[in-house]
Every structure is written in C-alpha cells, then in structure tokens.
C-alpha cells in the first residue's frame, strides 16, 4: 500500500486549483468582452498575446529545470489575463511580452511555484513594465477614434475636477482606460460569478470598496462629496483590484478578520496614493505594499486555538 506522508494540516476538498483558476477566467470574460468593443478588437490580441507567453514561459521552466509541468492548474491562464486587462489597448506588444514573461518567470516561479509567491504576479509584472515604460502604460486611446489618445476619468480627478463621462458611462464601460477595468458592471457581474461559485469571499471586496468609498466621501475634493465618491469607485481599476487582485489566495490573508483588516488597508492606501501619489491610479502599490504585510495580519488576527491561554505559547 502506498502512504503518503505530510505534515498537518491534512485537507482534502471536491475541488481543484484548475477549476478554481477557470473559474477567475471565466469571471474576467465579461470585462474583456466590454474593452474589446469598446476600445477595440487589438484588446483581444493584447489578451491573448499575454496569456500564450505566461503559458510557453511555464512549459519552458518546467523542461530546463525538468520539474513537474504545473500547466494544468490553469494559474498562468489567470496570471496572463489579469496582467493584460490592467495595459491600454494601445500598449507595444514587446511591453505585453516582457511582463507578462517577468510575472510567471521571477514572481512565481522563482518564488517556489503556484502558492509560493508573496506577491501577486499580475500586479507586480504592471508595476515593473510601468517602471521602464511609464508613457506606454499611461497612454488610452480616445473611443472611437484610432490614434488619437485621451484623459481617462482619473486624470480629470487629479486636477482636482469630476469626469467629463456621466456616472452610468464609468458603469457601463463607455470610457477610456485600461482594457480591463473601465465597465464597472462586467466586473460586479464577474465578481458575482465567483461569489456565487464560492472561489472568493466577499469580505475582501466589501472592506476594500467599503475604505474607498468613505474616505472619498469624508476627503472629499469637490463640493459635490457624493458623486466624488462615486467617480473613484468607478473610475482606474479599483474595482478590478478589489474584486480579481486583491482576492488572490497566494497573496491575501487566511483569516476572516485577516481579509477585512487587508481589505481596509489596500482601500486605504489606494486613496493614499491617488491623492499624494505620482501617478493617478494607486491601486497596483495599494495590493502590492498590503502583500508584504500579509504574514503579519495572519499571525496576529489568526483564532484562539483550543486549550491555549491567550498569551501562552502553545509550545510551552
């Protein structure tokens, strides 16, 4: 008889990490399909051109270093999206490339493999291209007309003013942006389908959008707090970042309060850094920064274990 010996915890699920992972995909399917006709049908080669490179990087990796392929658990399918949908539909494909390369290759890979990373990939692989290619990554083509760039609602916010789009334009996706994040709807539609199908919590997404929502409206920089409030849920890619990034099982804390308490503070530094940061988005340094912390909040929101005082050490 052939055992198999693990250290505890022994968990055994009816489910699989590729199921989990397709899942996600097809949750961002909705907001893909919105940026491909709203910015146009180069969003699905952008799209496609990512997750095929985060796809060969993995195979390759597991042929040079002859370790078990892990393609079948569908995490580069998920890493490859979620990088593109945060690029401009306008982005060089050399940048989709070189991203979507360095997010598999050196953020998960090199960190150990699916679980292993500290970081989450798509995130980081955005904030390393933004680095090296700030005006690539800055630079939203105008709806409906071909070369010609245009502020997204961000940038009008920074000025301080409220977007020239209407609240239900931001809601339905008929503005510029990144090719993922700019139909509010189709990522509460897909962040629904995850919800519905038990692969995320919701209580990172509510304490997230929760933060925003009322520190926007507490700091306002308009007279009008509620619609302020209102344009910096729609407007970047919080939405996306709440529901899709920050929602990570790698990345994000284990435990209830764990997730709120992460959720509060990637909510808070994203208003932190839209008001103070460089660039008008703070949502990739948001996750990112909240990542680093995430060993911390699980040690110390983590449940009374049984039999052990509060303060004692349980190996005493």
Not at 19 to 42: S, Y
Not at 140 to 160: K, Q, R
Not at 232 to 247: E, P, R, W
Not at 276 to 282: N, Q, V, Y
Request: with cysteine.
């Amino acid at each position: 008889m052939k055992l198999t010996v693990a250290s505890s915890p022994h968990i055994r699920g009816d489910f699989r990490s590729s199921r989990l992972m397709l899942d996600v995909v097809i949750g961002l399917v909705p907001a893909t399909l919105v940026g491909c006709f709203v910015l146009g049908w180069r969003c699905l080669t952008v799209v496609v051109l990512s997750m095929t490179c985060a796809i060969l990087t993995e195979w390759v990796y597991a042929l040079l270093t002859k370790k078990r392929n892990t393609l079948p658990d569908c995490s580069a399918l998920v890493t490859g999206m979620l990088f593109a949908l945060t690029l401009p539909a306008t982005v060089p494909y050399y940048v989709v490339i070189l991203g979507s390369v360095s997010a598999i290759l050196f953020v998960k890979l090199m960190c150990g493999g699916l679980g292993q990373n500290i970081f989450n990939p798509a995130l980081s692989a955005r904030a390393f291209v933004l680095l090296l290619f700030p005006a690539a990554l800055t630079r939203y083509p105008a709806l409906g007309v071909d070369g010609v760039t245009a502020a997204t609602p961000l940038h009008h916010m920074v000025m301080p003013a409220l977007p020239e789009e209407s609240l239900m334009d931001l809601f339905l996706g008929r503005c510029p942006g990144s090719i993922g994040e700019i139909s509010a709807l189709a990522l509460l539609l897909g962040g629904g389908w995850l919800i519905w199908r038990k692969v995320i919590s919701v209580r990172i997404p509510a304490a997230y959008l929760g933060t925003v929502a009322l520190l926007t409206l507490v700091f306002s920089k308009t007279g009008d707090p509620i619609s302020w409030m209102l344009y910096s849920l729609l407007s970047g890619g919080v939405m996306l970042g709440a529901i899709f990034m920050a929602t990570d099982y790698a990345t994000s804390p284990v435990t209830p309060k764990g997730q709120v308490v992460y959720g509060i503070g990637c909510g808070a530094l994203t208003v932190f850094f839209r008001y103070f940061g460089l660039f008008p988005e703070g949502v990739t340094y948001a996750i990112l920064l909240m990542d680093a912390f995430v060993w911390v909040i699980d040690r110390y929101t983590s449940p009374r274990r049984f039999g052990v005082k509060k303060g004692e050490d349980a190996n005493a």
